[in-house]
């Protein structure tokens, strides 16, 4: 891991477990210089009086189950971008993707050309919103989009603290340059922010990334697992991922399914975008669990069989009486739908490829929400405005995705 040829001045976005990790090792590698910009609440102003003078810490948990402690220091952390974003040429957001809009509004006035904008992870139209949000500079920035967190990690002590119980084998992100001209190669210089591990990797291009696998399944599990709910409070929180059934593993076999459609519906029409990587989801379990699942002849047993979620949980909430009901307003809908499933729901419309189930799953989940998205099979219901379905943003058929390049 070379270090990069120029300085890199380095802006997180975000205070969370994601955010404290980023920090703590960016800000310890050479030539690198660090602002942090919290928006939420006083949360810049709590992580930097408690930090003070102090150093910060990430426990970084390695492949062989010893801790590193590695100390550093950012330099400015701030809930103000006009003391954050100037001068910085790469930009990470790491935050939840709910919070993506205020970031962006808040770095357009600042943000300079030439800047490389990162979503760790992006989450599904992140790079719809971007070009939307970022204003005239924005144009001239390159967009990043990871298909997820490079590691698991918590918050040990709030500014102070943050543990990395694992990093990730590989990652992969998509990258559109647009016009910019960075002043470092993208990936190389990642890398070398993030240590060796993950080892990052580049998709074939952006659209693959938003229709990965890995966003699509909570949605579905939810609907399969409550639709027959008789309100009753359990005794005990059922397992997530482990006591899936056969309606859920069915469903999301076929949203998996329409999904490659859609993928092959915008590879005929537009050649140049390879989306080999949008695969069925049994074939994704095989590839990225395949040391931890103990039977991998279908979807079902994939799932039921994968140690990786052993003890993982439906998200519930407890009752007076020591029980459990669901928590319906737990991010596995109130973010996948948003930032996820409505997503691919508006990038398979473009590409003219019927959605049966997501539809069935969209109807119950909105429902549920108190929300309204599809309406008679159309993606114009009241709370539209809150998804980053490319309809939103006026894009009209798949070769206006693909112009986004
Ligand atoms: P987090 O849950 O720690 O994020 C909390 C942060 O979000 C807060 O510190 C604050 O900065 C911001 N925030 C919270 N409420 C807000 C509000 N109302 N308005 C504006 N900002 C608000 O998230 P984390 O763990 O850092 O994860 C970042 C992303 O990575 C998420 O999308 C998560 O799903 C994903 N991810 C996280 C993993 C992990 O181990 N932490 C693993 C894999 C993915």
């Not at 975000?14 to 210089?33: D, F, I, K, P």
């Not at 920035?141 to 590989?170: H, N, Q, Y």
């Amino acid at each position: 891991m070379a270090e990069p040829p120029c300085k890199i001045k380095l802006l997180i976005c975000g205070g969370g477990n994601g955010a404290h990790t980023l920090t703590g090792l960016a800000s310890s590698r050479a030539n690198v210089e660090v602002n942090v910009m919290s928006l939420f609440a006083d949360e810049a102003e709590r992580w930097r009086k408690t930090l003070g003078n102090d150093d910060f810490t990430v426990h970084f948990t390695e492949k062989d189950g010893s801790v590193t402690p590695i100390k550093s220091k950012p330099k400015i952390i701030t809930n103000d971008p006009a003391q954050a974003v100037p001068g910085c040429n790469l930009i990470i957001f790491t935050v939840p993707a709910f919070a993506h809009e205020g970031y962006f509004k808040a770095l357009a006035p600042y943000i300079e050309e030439n800047a490389v904008v990162v979503g760790l992870p992006s989450q599904p139209g992140f790079q719809f919103q971007c070009v939307d949000l970022l204003g005239e500079r924005g144009k001239k920035c390159a967009i990043v989009s990871f298909e997820s967190l490079p590691w698991a990690c918590r918050i040990m002590t709030f500014a102070r603290e943050v543990k990395v119980l694992g990093a990730k084998d590989t990652l992969s992100a998509a990258i559109i340059m647009r016009k910019s001209k960075p002043q470092f190669e993208i990936l190389p210089t990642i890398q070398y922010l993030l240590g060796p591990e993950p080892n990052l990797t580049q998709a074939n291009n952006y659209l693959a990334i938003n229709l990965l696998a890995d966003a699509t399944v909570h949605p579905p599990i939810m609907y399969g697992t409550w639709k027959d709910w008789d309100n009753k409070p359990m005794a005990e929180k059922p397992l997530f991922y482990q006591g899936l059934n056969e309606f859920c593993a069915d469903l999301l076999s076929k949203v998996s399914y329409e999904l490659m459609e859609t993928a092959k519906a915008i590879e005929k029409e537009c050649p140049v975008f390879d989306m080999k990587d949008v695969i069925h989801l049994h074939d994704w379990y095989k590839l990225n669990y395949k040391d931890s699942i103990s039977d991998d002849s279908t979807l079902l047993s994939c799932m039921k069989s994968n140690k990786a979620y052993d003890g993982l949980v439906h998200p519930m909430k407890e009752t007076d009486d020591g029980k459990f009901v669901p928590d319906f307003k737990y991010r596995y809908m109130a973010e996948d739908m948003p930032f996820g499933f409505i997503v691919f729901r508006g990038i398979s419309q473009l590409a003219g490829v019927k959605t049966p189930a997501m539809d069935e799953t969209i109807y119950w989940c909105q429902k549920i929400m108190g929300k309204e998205f599809l309406v008679d099979g159309e993606l114009n219901g009241k709370d539209m405005n809150i998804t980053r379905a490319p309809q939103r943003y006026n894009f009209k058929c798949i070769r206006d995705l693909v112009d986004l390049q």
